[in-house]
């Protein structure tokens, strides 16, 4: 039975704007269990035919069937089925992957047709070559003839039909090619159908049949007498490598994908990088500085964001500011009350000037040292009334508020804030003790929610908070107010009652219609919007700045998975030729790269988190690290892995078999 049949098979190859035609209307036929060299001088086209007939090019006109099958068009994940379950390839240069063992390089072939007992019947064919007790020795630790045999080895590991070796003696001493070629013929013996191309005559004669080739074409085909008669099948003695048994017209199955085949691309993967280990550092680093900018820049977004929101909520929601004097002087340094003048009696009228009007506090302002025993702080005092507390959320960290009893019958009582109580009281607790203030004594009767600085730098928690009329007859000496807060029922409704307390304010301070205001009013809900707006924007601004690092390391890695691809292109050629389809080519490649940006990931994140505290720390940033970023910035570097690597791994899964293994 003919195994192969080629008629009429023709090979061009297009160098530039010239053809070059290597085999011309070439037909052969091949029977299962022959030996056959094919001999020719330099150029006569022999490696391009055994290239054909192993399914590593194909021809550019004719037909090629094998086993029954028509080969001469198959798309290239069915070639390498076909090439992993039918074929075996003995090469000249032995082709053994570097920096992967013997043993492991013997199971490659049964890793992508997906068999199953690898390590058992690598373990069986390294005893059959004599190599047992090198299984883990690497191919630069092996002599030239006993890297053959690895490859003899592998070639065999899937039982198959045909075995093709390329000059396979090429590069071997004269005692190391004679054993080889016995093996061959030891193989062809237990019924594998061997193919072997070679320009000696003396290594042609080991074969039962020698085809000459010249200029493309078959100028003789003769059988070795010596050799057919002495040729004895031993298929008894060689059940470790005898061909499993392929029907005729048998269709290749292109294999699922295994985890077995996904540990053999993290491994290959982990190699390369070790092998290259500068250059898989710099890729690192390119995601490491971009992961670490994303996590630093939205821990200062996100701190500085919530550092506005508590800022913005202290303010009170729904909150209508007044302030004496008109808008046109708001700014100008003038005593208050040159202009205009609030009044308690103001904040009265306020409170009743509009039915969507629910809280009011009117507040007076003055500077201050506090002076505790040996200790005194300078702080700003702040006079107020009971509804502060709820107005501006300023419930007390510790302690209680005033009451409103205690701010008409002027007690002598005070909240104060945290810088005060670290300055004044250190450890000690300051509840119930007693403070002068322009010497007057208060009693601390509560401790203020901490706000940190206040926009222009000053220290909003050096703050002393007291009863508004005890402030002003004990202290400030003045009757006028410095502002007061209007909290209104819902959003909607601030623009109605501002314009109900404009309506009353004019009226109560008799301005003619040709006069501006004497008073000035702040919507803080649109103060927040404004605020709230601008933090986001900035923060979008650091996210983008931080993914652009992202981006130009995710190209580093496209560039280094790009060098990669060019520098391992024969190990392409190679695992094509011992069966990896297009998908395990694309898979290794991928997983390289996504392995370089989950490693700079995992450093970035490290390097980010530290830069973030450190900046808060240091610098009294707020910086806020939330999980939601780590994760984001992490799945957004794998990303990058999977994205920038894409390419160099498709590029690498396009490439043909044989125009890889001729890689320069």
Not at 260 to 271: D, G, Q
Not at 383 to 408: C, H, M, W
Not at 495 to 518: F, G, N, Q, V
Not at 568 to 573: A, N, P, Q, Y
Request: proline residues 4%; neutral net charge; charged residues 20%.
């Amino acid at each position: 039975m003919a195994i192969i049949e080629l008629q009429n098979i023709t090979r061009v190859y297009q160098l530039g704007e010239t053809s070059l035609q290597v085999l011309r209307g070439l037909s052969l036929n091949i029977e299962a269990g022959e030996f056959v060299a094919i001999m020719g001088p330099s150029g006569s086209g022999k490696s391009t035919l055994m290239q054909i007939m192993g399914l590593l090019d194909r021809p550019t006109n004719g037909t090629y069937r094998l086993l029954g099958q028509d080969v001469s068009r198959l798309a290239d994940d069915e070639g390498a089925a076909f090439r992993s379950q039918t074929i075996g390839f003995v090469f000249q240069m032995f082709n053994l992957l570097p920096r992967t063992s013997a043993l492991d390089n013997i199971v490659l072939p049964m890793i992508y047709a997906g068999t199953n007992g690898r390590q058992e019947r690598a373990h069986e064919l390294l005893r059959e070559v004599g190599l047992e007790d090198r299984q883990d020795h690497k191919p630069n630790q092996l002599s030239g003839g006993q890297q053959q045999r690895v490859a003899i080895a592998r070639a065999l590991v899937n039982r198959p039909r045909i075995l093709f070796a390329d000059e396979p003696t090429g590069n071997l001493a004269s005692d190391q090619a004679e054993e080889i070629l016995q093996r061959l013929v030891d193989l062809n013996d237990q019924g594998i159908t061997t193919i072997m191309v070679t320009h000696e005559p003396e290594i042609a004669a080991y074969a039962k049949r020698i085809i000459h080739l010249k200029d493309g074409q078959i100028v003789s085909d003769e059988r070795n007498r010596s050799r057919s008669v002495s040729g004895s099948r031993e298929q008894a003695t060689g059940a470790a490598i005898a061909p499993a048994s392929v029907p005729p017209n048998a269709k290749s199955r292109v294999p699922t994908f295994s985890i077995s085949e996904f540990k053999e691309h993290a491994a290959a993967a982990l190699r390369a990088m070790g092998a290259n280990k500068l250059r898989s550092a710099l890729s690192v680093l390119g995601i490491l500085i971009g992961v670490g900018a994303v996590i630093a820049m939205l821990a200062i977004g996100t701190g500085a964001q919530e550092s506005i929101r508590s800022r913005l909520a202290s303010l009170g929601s729904n909150v209508v500011m007044m302030f004496p004097g008109a808008p046109s002087l708001r700014g100008v340094h003038a005593p208050i009350g040159s202009a205009s003048r609030l009044t308690i009696d103001d904040a009265k009228a306020v409170r009743r000037a509009s039915p969507f009007i629910v809280d009011i506090y009117p507040e007076v302002e003055g500077n201050f040292q506090v002076v505790y025993q040996d200790r005194n702080q300078k702080v700003e005092l702040q006079g107020v009334t009971p509804s502060y507390e709820t107005i501006r959320n300023a419930k007390p960290y510790f302690g209680r508020f005033f009451t409103q009893k205690e701010d008409l019958s002027m007690a002598c009582v005070a909240l104060i804030g945290q810088t005060v109580v670290r300055t004044l009281f250190g450890e000690q607790d300051p509840i119930g003790q007693t403070v002068k203030i322009n010497q007057v004594n208060f009693k601390v009767i509560g401790i203020l929610p901490m706000k940190g600085f206040s926009g222009g730098g000053d220290d909003a928690d050096a703050m002393v908070i007291a009863p508004l009329h005890t402030s002003i007859h004990r202290l400030l000496g003045s009757p006028y107010l410095h502002e007061m807060a209007i909290q209104c029922d819902t959003g909607e409704n601030i623009p109605l009652a501002m314009a109900d307390i404009k309506t009353l304010m004019r009226k109560r301070h008799r301005l003619p219609s040709y006069k501006e205001d004497d008073f000035t009013l702040r919507n803080n809900a649109e103060m927040q919007a404004v605020i709230s707006g601008t933090t986001k924007t900035f923060s979008s601004l650091l996210a983008i700045v931080a993914t652009i690092s992202l981006f130009v390391g995710g190209v580093g890695i496209m560039n280094i998975m790009l060098v990669s691809v060019n520098e391992r292109t024969r190990e392409i050629g190679l695992r094509k030729a011992v069966g990896a389809a297009r998908r395990a080519i694309l898979a290794q490649f991928l997983l390289e790269a996504f392995l370089l940006s989950m490693l700079g990931g995992i450093l970035g994140v490290i390097l980010g988190t530290s830069v973030s505290f450190g900046l808060s720390m240091a610098a009294g940033w707020a910086a806020s690290v939330t999980p939601g970023s780590v994760v984001l910035a992490f799945l957004f570097s794998a990303g990058v892995g999977v994205v920038f690597g894409f390419w160099p791994a498709y590029k690498a899964s396009l490439l043909s078999p044989i125009e890889a293994l001729r890689y320069e």
